[in-house]
């Protein structure tokens, strides 16, 4: 690990009020670990583009406030494993289709010593939960993130989707699958987690009446027939 990979996680930790110790030994893994699902594997550049990238979520009331928070497609661990090492009292499940994929999870779980997560080995669609707070990051189009999340959500909930800039098309769409699945948009954040990020958003969605039980729909419908 290099001075200026300790300097980042230092100044994160101190700009979020988090211990990033946890995460450090992620990113070792990570840098070595070939079953990691990511292509950024230095640990100077992950330091933004995975922990910052995951952090600024934090500037979001209904993330520091979620005490159970559904990562969904979870990859490398991105964000769920950034938020359950900044908030400890919440439980974090990492939900994960690819059995590979859960296997590292679990690996990196256990090297960083956070006992607040849980690795789920299945598809979203297939999966239940009464979830607070879903997650998404570089998973899906916006309607079929949404479509993926309403039926977790606790009335109130929120799921929070990280996207680079949208279309118009994807926007209007996202906004009729939301009518359609009981949530609400709340905002769309523009954050810069880092210096030259470039587009970056959060959006933000609140669970605000029911989603019909027609929902979820079987595996791979969401993508195959999008709403919106």
């Given at each position: ?70 990562d969904l497609g979870s990859g490398a661990g991105w964000p769920g494993l950034a938020l359950a090492a900044a908030l400890p009292e ?26 607040n997560v849980v690795v789920v080995h299945s598809r979203a669609e297939e999966w239940s939960c009464a979830c607070d707070l879903v ?65 970056r958003t959060l959006h933000v969605f609140r669970k605000a009446g029911p989603t019909p039980p027609r929902f979820p729909r079987r ?10």
């Amino acid at each position: 690990m290099t001075q200026v990979f300790h300097v980042k996680l230092r100044e994160l930790g101190a700009r979020f009020g988090v211990n990033t110790e946890p995460l450090v030994r992620v990113l070792q893994l990570q840098a070595d670990d070939p079953a990691a699902s990511t292509t950024v594997r230095d640990p100077e550049l992950a330091a933004d583009r995975h922990v910052a990238d995951s952090l600024v979520a934090l500037d979001l009331l209904p993330v520091r406030r979620a005490r159970s928070i559904a990562d969904l497609g979870s990859g490398a661990g991105w964000p769920g494993l950034a938020l359950a090492a900044a908030l400890p009292e919440a439980r974090v499940f990492l939900v994960e289709s690819a059995i590979r994929r859960c296997r590292y999870l679990q690996r990196a779980v256990d090297v960083a010593g956070l006992e607040n997560v849980v690795v789920v080995h299945s598809r979203a669609e297939e999966w239940s939960c009464a979830c607070d707070l879903v997650t998404a990051r570089a998973l899906a189009a916006l309607p079929v993130v949404l479509e993926y999340a309403a039926p977790l959500l606790v009335d109130g909930g929120h799921v929070v989707a990280w996207k680079a800039a949208i279309g118009p098309e994807e926007s209007a769409a996202a906004a009729a699958a939301s009518q359609e699945l009981g949530l609400a948009l709340v905002e769309i954040r523009r954050v810069e987690p880092y210096a030259g990020a470039g587009d970056r958003t959060l959006h933000v969605f609140r669970k605000a009446g029911p989603t019909p039980p027609r929902f979820p729909r079987r595996p791979g419908m969401a993508v195959k027939r999008p709403l919106g």
